[in-house]
């Protein structure tokens, strides 16, 4: 059976930094893509991050968070993390994790979404 868990989400202050952690079982991550998304009271999901099993050179980024979050992925371990530096108000959501057949930046084709994990920003 295929689980994702996000877990490292808190109370951060503007300009601070938090580490997301999505641990991933029941398959292999060589094998699969994983996104992070995010979801803010009132808004629809959007993308934040993906990156291929396979190549970590594939990477996507969302224009909101580009030069701040960094996605990385210890493939050994089954965890893909999210590195979010210099974070802003505007970034509180819950975020998600969920893995894709492919690497593919199309909310659509992911699955096996977690229960999210809330970052919240505020000073």
């Known amino acids: 059976q295929v689980q994702l868990e996000e877990i490292g989400g808190g109370l951060v202050q503007p300009g601070g930094s938090l580490r997301l952690a999505c641990l991933v079982s029941?398959?292999?991550?060589?094998?699969?893509?994983i996104g992070w998304f995010r979801q803010a009271p009132g808004n629809e999901r959007e993308g934040v991050s993906c990156?291929?099993?396979?190549?970590?050179?594939?990477?996507y980024y969302a224009d909101s968070v580009k030069g701040r979050f960094t996605i990385s992925n210890d493939n050994p371990r089954n965890i893909m993390y999210l590195q979010m530096n210099n974070l802003k108000a505007e970034d509180t959501a819950i975020y998600y994790c969920?893995?894709?057949?492919?690497?593919?930046?199309?909310?659509?084709?992911?699955?096996?979404w977690g229960q999210g994990t809330q970052v919240t920003v505020a000073s």
């Open positions: 990156i291929s099993g396979a190549d970590s050179r594939q990477t």
């Open positions: 969920a893995r894709a057949t492919q690497y593919t930046t199309s909310q659509s084709a992911y699955e096996d």
């Open positions: 029941g398959l292999t991550l060589d094998d699969y893509a």
